[in-house]
């Protein structure tokens, strides 16, 4: 069983700089794709980043701050987001897709595995 497991997060101030990391475990191959996504209270899952073999996608509302990085070897992803703000506020869930890569893969359910999702708190 494939378990994704986030790092990193908490109460952050308005214009702090955030590091995300995320590992899975047990059971590991290479994933086709890795992903960053966040879910505010009340809104739908956004995507955020996202990495494939050669690939780099980031969303438009953060691609001046955000950068996602992946390490294959150790089925690794990170997401480095600077000048944060209070919208950014947000649970941060880490994703993989372990099926053949596709085009774009920027919405959920490209994914089949997440993980838990660690709190974003930016306030002052």
């Known amino acids: 069983q494939v378990q994704l497991v986030e790092s990193g997060g908490g109460l952050l101030q308005p214009g702090a700089s955030l590091r995300l990391s995320c590992a899975a475990s047990?059971?590991?191959?290479?994933?086709?794709?890795m992903a960053w996504f966040r879910q505010a209270p009340g809104k739908e899952r956004e995507f955020v980043a996202a990495?494939?073999?050669?690939?780099?996608y980031v969303s438009s509302s953060v691609e001046d701050r955000a950068t996602i990085s992946r390490v294959d070897a150790s089925s690794t992803v990170s997401l480095q987001m600077n000048s944060l703000k209070p919208e950014d506020t947000a649970v941060y869930y880490c994703?993989?897709?372990?099926?053949?890569?596709?085009?774009?893969?920027?919405?959920?359910?490209?994914?089949?595995?997440w993980g838990q999702g660690t709190q974003v708190t930016v306030s002052s």
């Open positions: 047990g059971r590991t191959f290479s994933y086709s794709a």
């Open positions: 994703a993989a897709r372990s099926r053949p890569v596709v085009e774009r893969p920027t919405t959920p359910d490209s994914y089949d595995n």
């Open positions: 990495r494939t073999g050669g690939a780099t």
